[in-house]
């Protein structure tokens, strides 16, 4: 099975996206993890993304399609994959319907997790990552800032920081609403509402999967 989600930096995307790929045994595609690896790796994709990332601004379509290509064919089709990040802008969509033509490979669940603009930024500006495992938590869960993961330090992402927020925000509204409306021409894309625990979030989404396996 091979699954796109959609949502706003803040809709709660990475978690919903943990909790599908584990049970459906999917491999996880969060673009955002990879970029920020290569960033703590030093790798040359790191160096050359490092601050882009920081200001919160979109890595351009070239190096994104290299990367999506490179990584969606090491998967295998028996496993299916789950992107989480990825398309972002009308010319990833575009490209990735190419590439998945190239591949012989369709999507078979398109999801939109929908949480609006104030609930995100309120959200966001209490959010913590680890440095080390990428690890999100909340401030005032994490009194000691020590991730329970891997031990690593739990420190506020550098492009959570409010004025970056607001700035992926707008790119969000800008850019990648049209890579979504690209792909609905070809697939269903569901909207699901985000607002909730992540379990019962996690319930509409598995509602969805299941109408679109048994039809
Ligand atoms: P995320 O963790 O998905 O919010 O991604 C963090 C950052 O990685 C974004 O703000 C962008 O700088 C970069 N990024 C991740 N995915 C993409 C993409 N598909 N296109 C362009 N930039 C991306």
Same mark, same amino acid.
């Given at each position: ?48 993304? @490092? ?11 070239? !190096?994104?399609? $290299?990367? /999506?290509? *490179?990584?969606? &064919? ?27 033509? @190239? ?11 929908? !949480?609006?603009? $104030?609930? /995100?930024? *309120?959200?966001? &500006? ?90």
């Amino acid at each position: 099975m091979n699954i796109i989600l959609f949502g706003a930096p803040g809709s709660g995307k990475g978690t919903q996206a943990d909790l599908i790929v584990e049970s459906h045994g999917l491999k996880h595609v969060s673009t955002g993890d990879i970029l920020r690896k290569a960033v703590r790796d030093g790798s040359d994709l790191g160096n050359q993304v @490092e601050s882009t990332l920081a200001a919160g601004e979109l890595v351009s379509d070239s !190096v994104m399609m $290299d990367l /999506i290509r *490179r990584v969606i &064919s090491d998967i295998s089709v028996e496993q299916g994959w789950l992107l989480d990040g990825f398309p972002r802008t009308e010319d990833q969509s575009k490209g990735l319907l190419t590439l998945l033509d @190239e591949l012989g490979e369709t999507v078979d669940a398109a999801i939109d997790i929908f !949480v609006d603009n $104030d609930e /995100i930024v *309120r959200r966001l &500006s209490g959010r913590l990552t680890c440095d080390e495992c990428g690890r999100v938590g909340v401030a005032e869960n994490n009194a000691n800032n020590t991730c329970r993961n891997c031990k690593g330090s739990m420190r506020v992402r550098r492009d959570d920081k409010p004025e970056t927020v607001l700035k992926r925000q707008k790119i969000f509204r800008a850019r990648t609403r049209p890579a979504k409306d690209v792909l609905a021409q070809e697939y269903d894309v569901h909207r699901i509402d985000g607002v909730g625990t992540p379990t019962e979030v996690a319930q509409r989404i598995q509602s969805v999967l299941e109408q679109i396996n048994q039809a």
